[in-house]
């Protein structure tokens, strides 16, 4: 799986052609429901509102992948020198469902040893939450999550695979 700027995924949806679109998500091993490119799209609008300008918060994103042994999905991963962020995309959620998962995603990245963010964008309410350190729910400002994804130190991952390979 290769990386992508979140903002190329989402003109691509709105401009390619179905096939030249498909291919582009082919390239990067991307798997993502038309609905979720939606709500990106809805994540994206706040956040550039939020940091005018500073495109470089969208970069380097892994969408929509999966740990092969056990087929766990994660919507959006950026993996950092000292941290990731994950960010779940949800049209509509209670906040059971959206607990229940940020932890399972701790749970299945805590092994990499870095400081993890996990984050759900709630489309139609047009909300943040964030699973903290007491593995709490809690509803955050986008400045956060814009703050973040700034002062991450990106990591280049040649292979993403390699990171979850349980050997």
Request: no cysteine; charged share 30%; proline share 1%.
């Amino acid at each position: 799986m290769k990386h992508i700027n979140i903002i190329s995924l989402t003109q691509a949806f709105d401009t390619l052609e179905k096939e030249e679109y498909n291919n582009l998500l082919g390239y990067h091993d991307i798997e993502v429901k038309d609905a979720e490119i939606n709500d990106l799209k809805s994540l994206i609008t706040i956040l550039l509102d939020v940091k005018k300008g500073i495109k470089r918060i969208f970069s380097q994103f892994y969408v929509g992948y999966k740990i092969p042994q056990i087929s766990k999905e994660f919507d959006l991963l950026r993996f950092g020198e000292d941290s990731i962020i994950n960010i779940e995309l949800k049209n509509s959620s209670t906040e059971e469902r959206i607990l229940k998962q940020l932890k399972q995603n701790r749970y299945y990245l805590s092994f990499l040893n870095k400081e993890i963010y996990n984050f759900t964008f709630v489309e139609n309410l047009q909300k943040l939450y964030r699973l903290n350190d007491d593995d709490e729910l809690e509803e955050v400002d986008f400045i956060k999550l814009a703050k973040l994804l700034y002062k991450q130190k990106v990591s280049n991952i040649n292979d993403i695979d390699k990171l979850f390979n349980p050997s």
